[in-house]
T-cell receptor, first 117, second 111 residues
Framework: GAVVSQHPSWVICKSGTSVKIECRSL??????MFWYRQFPKQSLMLMAT?????????EQGVEKDKFLINHASLTLSTLTVTSAHPEDSSFYIC?????????????FGPGTRLTVL | DAKTTQPPSMDCAEGRAANLPCNHS???????VYWYRQIHSQGPQYIIH???NNETNEMASLIITEDRKSSTLILPHATLRDTAVYYC????????????FGTGTRLTIIP
């Protein structure tokens, strides 16, 4: 099956610093990747859709200047949380779109747990 | 996207078949039914998807009613490792169509 990795798996940072999270599709190319956020005891919420070589599309209410997304290659997308604050502490999960037509499916990474002190 | 309705929780005895229902009465003709599960503190895992025919893979079977207004995910021989939150999602199968996660069903496998 399609494998998606994320790095780091967890990170602790001080308030005001920036954190970069990487999402890689290991055995397939992904023109589209997605970034989700999940708070404790809640479901996944889509933050943005990332297309290779173009600007990301952000969901309503997600600050594009705070959550910078770069999808520079067909196997790598990055999410940078700029000037992180404690309320940004969450579980960040990426997915990558694979297949096409009837086989079109999203495969998810293992997630990155961000704690901002 | 059409919305889905799932029971908030279910229990199943280890070794038995787990049948997870999902209602999607407003599904449109081109929307697929996807199932994912999320084990605690992990990313969601793809299980199976289908349009109108029943589907089976190494993990599960998906039974979609003829009118497509509901479906059932079947885990044939549940193990303790199947304890997770299961999400039923309907989605158009093209372009950048996103997955919209609801609250899912928390399945607990009982020894």
């Amino acid at each position: 099956g399609a494998v998606v990795s994320q790095h780091p798996s967890w990170v602790i940072c001080k308030s005001g610093t920036s954190v970069k999270i990487e999402c890689r599709s290991l055995d397939f190319q992904a023109t589209t990747m997605f970034w989700y956020r999940q708070f404790p005891k809640q479901s996944l919420m889509l933050m943005a859709t990332s297309n290779e070589g173009s600007k990301a599309t952000y969901e309503q209410g997600v600050e594009k200047d705070k959550f910078l997304i770069n999808h520079a290659s067909l196997t790598l997308s990055t999410l940078t949380v700029t000037s992180a604050h404690p309320e940004d502490s969450s579980f960040y999960i990426c997915s990558a779109r694979a297949g096409g037509g009837a086989a079109d499916t999203q495969y998810f990474g293992p997630g990155t747990r961000l704690t901002v002190l | 996207d059409a919305k889905t309705t799932q029971p908030p929780s279910m229990d199943c005895a280890e070794g038995r078949a787990a049948n997870l229902p999902c209602n999607h009465s407003t599904i449109s003709g081109n929307e697929y039914v996807y199932w994912y599960r999320q084990i605690h503190s992990q990313g969601p895992q793809y299980i199976i998807h289908g349009l109108k025919n029943n589907e089976t893979n190494e993990m599960a079977s998906l039974i979609i009613t003829e009118d497509r207004k509901s479906s059932t995910l079947i885990l044939p021989h549940a193990t303790l490792r199947d304890t997770a939150v299961y999400y039923c999602i309907v989605r158009f199968n093209f372009g950048n169509e996103k997955l919209t996660f609801g609250t899912g069903t928390r399945l607990t496998i009982i020894p």
